[in-house]
């Protein structure tokens, strides 16, 4: 609907799944807020237990499923699972080389940015961080 509202919908295509490591199911945490929503539980976030079954895919093997023959840019903002959803995407990175722009929480999660360095350094990538700013 989102789409439609903002006449998009003849040039986007909504995938209702989770991107990740490895192709399954996987319980999605509903939290007050649609920020919070997340694959990692948290119970600050979300008491209640309210949550979804939802597929999980990796990006690699839904690029080819749509038959993309480009792959430009690629936002993640996965509130912790910035590693499994690129874990999933290694050969569309490979042959592809999108822009990444990747949110990660460094001071919550030891050692994600050196992982992550590892992931995309051998296909010529360079880290460039953007420091948070709230506008609040």
Do not use: C
């Not at 007050?32 to 948290?42: G, K, N, Q």
């Not at 237990?49 to 499923?65: F, P």
């Not at 430009?72 to 910035?82: H, L, M, S, T, Y």
């Not at 990538?125 to 420091?131: A, E, G, N």
């Amino acid at each position: 609907m989102n789409l439609a509202l903002n006449k998009l919908d003849d040039r986007a295509l909504v995938v209702e799944a989770a991107l990740g490591r490895e192709e399954g199911t996987a319980r999605f945490f509903i939290a007050r807020t649609s920020d919070a929503h997340s694959l990692i539980y948290d119970r600050s976030r979300h008491e209640g237990g309210q949550m979804v079954e939802v597929a999980v895919k990796i990006m690699d093997g839904l690029v080819e499923e749509l038959g993309l023959e480009r792959v430009d840019f690629v936002k993640v903002d996965v509130k912790g699972a910035e590693l499994d959803v690129l874990a999933g995407a290694k050969r569309t990175i490979k042959e592809f080389r999108p822009v990444l722009v990747v949110e990660t929480h460094t001071g919550k999660m030891p050692g994600v940015l050196e992982e992550l360095v590892r992931i995309i350094k051998p296909h010529g990538y360079r880290l460039y961080p953007l420091q948070f700013h709230s506008f609040a």
